[in-house]
């Protein structure tokens, strides 16, 4: 599944690696893509394992809001 989170708080290039690593550390992400200079966040994970609500907690952790796109 491909999720994709928005976040308007990325204020500086080197917590992409962060938010990214936060991400990656849950079961079932099998792919986190940051886009410092959009806000955009791009996910793959099995929906079984991690839930959308989930990586916006993940990205949460790691210092900054996310919502998925579109809501």
Not at 22 to 38: D, R
């Amino acid at each position: 599944m491909k999720t994709l989170l928005r976040s308007d708080q990325l204020s500086c290039p080197s917590w992409v690696a962060k938010i990214e690593k936060s991400l990656m550390s849950h079961q079932g992400v099998h792919y986190a893509k940051v886009h410092f200079t959009t806000g955009r966040i791009e996910v793959e994970q099995d929906a079984d394992q991690t839930s959308r609500e989930e990586l916006v907690r993940a990205v949460k952790q790691a210092g900054y809001a996310a919502r998925i796109a579109g809501v």
